[in-house]
C-alpha cells in the first residue's frame, strides 16, 4: 500500500511537519488535556497516527535533514543560559540536593537495567537515554537517542512513558511538599514562607512575556550553528586518535563538544550571551520538530508492545531517585524544599522546576531551581553516555 504523500514529495512532506509541529504546540499551550499529555508526547502520537494511516512515509530524506542538522543546532540554542560561573554562584545549597538527585537517577539506572536485561533490546542505550533525560530533560534526551541511534518503536514508547511517570511524580512532589509527616521530618524553612507568598505576583514576575528582535534571532542561530559545526570538525578528528571504547564514545561524540563549548562561550561570554533572546524558545521549536519526526518513523504496533515494560522501566529509576533522594538528604539534614526541587529538577527540567518553586510560593528558590535545572542540561549527556557504555561493557562481559 502507497502513501498519499511520497518520500520523495518534498515541499508536502516539509508543509505537514511544520504544520503538525505548530498544532502540537498551539494545542499545549491553549488545552489543559493537551498540557497534561505534554507537547513532545502529543508530537509523537500525531507523527505516527499520520504515517500509520499512510498518509505520510516512515522514512524520507527531510527526516535525515531534522537528525542531521536541525537537533545538533538545538542543542546549543537551549544552553545559552549555561553560564557555569552563575550556576555556582546562585544556585547554592541547591547544587548538593541536585548532584544527590542525579546520583540516584544513575543508580535507578543501573537498578532498572539489572531488573530488565533481557526483557527488551538495547537495555543499555536505553538506560543511558534515561539517565540523561532525569538528569537534564529532552534536550539530553535527543543528544543520547541520537548518538546511539536507537529505533523510534523503542524510543517513542520511553518518551511516552517518561512523560507520564514525570507527570504523576510532580503530582507525588507537590502531595509531599506540604505532607505534614516529611515537614515533620525535614527542615522546611522556605514553606513558612510560601505558605504566605502570593502565588499569583510570583508567577506574573517570573511568565512575563520577553522582547525578541531579528537580531537577537541572527546571533541565536549563527553562534548554534558555528558550536555545531566546530564541535562536529572536533568529533571528526578525534575519533583516529583514541582505542579506549568508553573514551572514544564520550570524546568523539558531537554531543559532548557541543555542550562543552556552548557552556564555555556562555560562561566566558555571559553578558553578551545573557542579552540574546529567544535561543532557548527556537531550540526548543527544532526539538518539537524532531519529536514529530521520530513520531512519523515508528511502528504504532511496535511502540504500543513496548510501551507497559518501558513505562516500568522509567517508574523504577523514578522511584529510585526520589527514594535515594530522600534518605541521602535526611542524613545530610538538606531542606525539604530543595530535596523536592531537585528530584523535580532531574525529572523534569530547569521550566518544571521553576513552576514547583512558583507554585508552592519558594521565591526565593525559583532561580536556583532553574539554574540547577541548567547544571542537569550540562551534565546529562555525558552521564548518560558513561552510564550506556558501562552497562555495554558489564553486560558484555
Given amino acids: 500500500m502507497t502513501n498519499l504523500i511520497s518520500p520523495d514529495n518534498v515541499w508536502p512532506v516539509w508543509a505537514l511537519i511544520a504544520v503538525g509541529t505548530a498544532l502540537c504546540i498551539y494545542l499545549e499551550q491553549t488545552r489543559g488535556w493537551a498540557a497534561r499529555i505534554s507537547g513532545p508526547v502529543l508530537a509523537l502520537l500525531i507523527g505516527m497516527f499520520l504515517s500509520n494511516l ?34 555556582l554562584r546562585e544556585a547554592g545549597p541547591m547544587l548538593l540536593a541536585f548532584h544527590i538527585a542525579a546520583t540516584g537517577t544513575v543508580l535507578g539506572a543501573f537498578f532498572a537495567a539489572l531488573i530488565f536485561r533481557g526483557d527488551f533490546q538495547h537495555v543499555p542505550e536505553v538506560a543511558g537515554i534515561m539517565t540523561g533525560s532525569y538528569t537534564g530533560g529532552a534536550v539530553n534526551f535527543v543528544a543520547i537517542k541520537d548518538s546511539y541511534n536507537i529505533s523510534e518503536n523503542l524510543t517513542n514508547p520511553l518518551l511516552v ?43 506574573a514576575r517570573h511568565w512575563r512575556p520577553k522582547e525578541i528582535s531579528l537580531l537577537d534571532i541572527a546571533k541565536a542561530v549563527a553562534i548554534a550553528f558555528a558550536v555545531a559545526g566546530l564541535a562536529t570538525m572536533i568529533a571528526s578528528a578525534l575519533k583516529a586518535g583514541i582505542e579506549s571504547r568508553i573514551l572514544q564514545s564520550v570524546f568523539t561524540n558531537r554531543y559532548v563538544w557541543i555542550t562543552f563549548l556552548t557552556v564555555a562561550a556562555t560562561t566566558i561570554f555571559h553578558r553578551r550571551m545573557e542579552k540574546i533572546q ?51 538528604g535526611r542524613l545530610l539534614r538538606v531542606n525539604l524544599e530543595e530535596l523536592l526541587l531537585s528530584v523535580n529538577a532531574t525529572l523534569g527540567g530547569p521550566p518544571s522546576a521553576a513552576a514547583m518553586a512558583i507554585s508552592r510560593g519558594w521565591s526565593n528558590l525559583v532561580l536556583p531551581a532553574l539554574l540547577a535545572g541548567i547544571w542537569g542540561y550540562v551534565i546529562g549527556t555525558f552521564l548518560g553516555i558513561l552510564v550506556a557504555e558501562t552497562l555495554r561493557k558489564l553486560f558484555a562481559g
Fill in 161 to 203: 512513558a517518561d512523560n507520564f511517570i514525570m507527570a504523576g511524580m510532580f503530582a507525588a512532589l507537590l502531595i509531599m511538599a506540604g505532607s505534614r509527616f516529611f515537614r515533620r521530618h525535614y527542615p522546611h524553612p522556605h514553606s513558612l514562607q510560601g505558605d504566605r507568598e502570593d502565588v499569583a505576583a510570583l508567577a
Fill in 54 to 87: 499512510r498518509i505520510m512515509p516512515a522514512s524520507a530524506p527531510a527526516y535525515d535533514v531534522v537528525d542531521d542538522y536541525l537537533v545538533p543546532v538545538a542543542i546549543p540554542l537551549l544552553l545559552f543560559r549555561a553560564n557555569l560561573a552563575r550556576i
Fill in 278 to 328: 529567544g535561543a532557548e524558545d527556537l531550540g526548543m521549536y527544532l526539538l518539537y520538530l524532531f519529536f514529530f519526526v521520530i513520531g512519523l518513523r515508528a511502528d504504532l504496533v511496535e511502540v504500543v508492545r513496548n510501551v507497559p515494560v518501558l513505562f516500568s522501566f522509567c517508574l523504577v529509576m523514578a522511584l529510585v531517585n526520589l527514594a535515594f533522594t530522600l534518605a541521602v
